[in-house]
């Protein structure tokens, strides 16, 4: 395997793992922190901290007028519409269930990018049985909490959570699709500084600010650690996996996330995990599974002499 394929490959590890934790995070930070202002405050420290950890290494790529206006894009709709909102429908949904309909970013993804033109191939067989194979776990989740949305809060959290989901598969795509010629970090700190200080933008409209000073030290903590884990090192290595991977692929990070979403809630929150979970984790990991197999670049002889031609 080629050097950058296999770090590409390491890279979407680490978001599978790392972005399952920050469910639980922000399930906490959320709890007596203004959700907004909580995610904008993350997102907008992190970026800055990579800015300037990319000057001082001497690799920050210089930004023109027109890259920052590129980058506004996906940072107002991956981190801000997506992951900031995703932070706010949880404090009226369960962390694990936050996950669960962030799972099915790669149905949004693949379908948006067919019918957007980007990708005008039609998705393969395999393709198609592994998002079948996904949203069927999907669904055996929600068979758990259906008794659930006569509650309007519930039930609006739950929707809010369904347009944060499209909002980022939106913003991935056009990422993948209209990158900037900077490098991939300085992609993700202005991303992140750009979709935080939208979130700080949004705190005044929707966020009750009324109750700052009863913020709590678990809060604090969490919002520490989705600054350094879930912004810095997993945000990082989304874009990177995004550059240098297939679309479809690089959003398979969604399946795995919920089932460690749901475990920490389980463990820790005492949120329900049920024998319809597990055949919903079965039915999942069939989909990555599936979507892994037909995103695979078929070995030919034409397209391994490309390869070479691009790695010299």
């Excluded at 801000?80 to 429908?89: C, D, F, Q, T």
């Excluded at 099915?104 to 039609?122: E, K």
């Excluded at 592994?130 to 259906?146: A, P, T």
Aim: charged letters at 15%; glycine letters at 8%; a positive charge.
């Amino acid at each position: 395997m080629e050097k950058k394929p296999l770090l590409a490959y390491i890279a979407l590890a680490v978001v599978c793992i790392v972005w399952g934790t920050t469910y639980f995070a922000m399930r906490i930070g959320v709890a007596t922190f203004p959700p907004f202002l909580f995610s904008g405050i993350r997102h907008t420290i992190a970026g800055i901290l990579m800015l300037i950890a990319h000057k001082l290494s001497g690799r920050l790529s210089k930004l023109s007028k027109s890259d920052i206006k590129r980058q506004a894009v996906p940072g107002v709709l991956m981190v801000a519409l997506g992951n900031g909102v995703i932070g706010w429908s949880e404090k009226y949904i369960p962390s694990g269930l936050a996950a669960l309909i962030v799972s099915i970013m790669p149905v949004y993804v693949v379908a948006l990018n067919y019918l957007s033109g980007a990708d005008r191939q039609f998705p393969n067989a395999k393709i198609i049985i592994g998002l079948l194979l996904g949203s069927i776990g999907i669904v055996l989740i929600f068979k758990d909490n259906i008794q659930d949305v006569t509650n309007t809060d519930y039930l609006i959290g739950m929707l809010v959570a369904f347009g944060a989901c499209l909002a980022w598969a939106t913003g991935a795509i056009y990422a993948k699709h209209k990158p900037p010629k900077s490098n991939i970090i300085t992609n993700a700190a202005v991303q992140l500084i750009l979709g935080g200080l939208a979130l700080l933008l949004m705190c005044p409209v929707f966020d009750d600010l009324t109750h700052l000073g009863m913020v709590s030290s678990e809060s604090i903590w969490a919002l520490l650690y989705l600054i350094v884990f879930g912004s810095i090192l997993a945000y990082s290595c989304f874009v990177y996996a995004l550059e240098k991977l297939p679309l479809g692929l690089s959003s398979i990070y969604a399946y795995f996330n919920p089932f460690i979403a749901l475990l920490l809630g389980f463990l820790f929150l005492n949120e329900k995990m049920t024998p319809i979970t597990i055949l919903a984790l079965i039915a999942a990991l069939g989909g990555v599974y599936f979507i892994n197999k037909g995103y695979k670049v078929p070995k030919i002889k034409t397209e391994i002499k490309k390869v070479e031609i691009t790695d010299k």
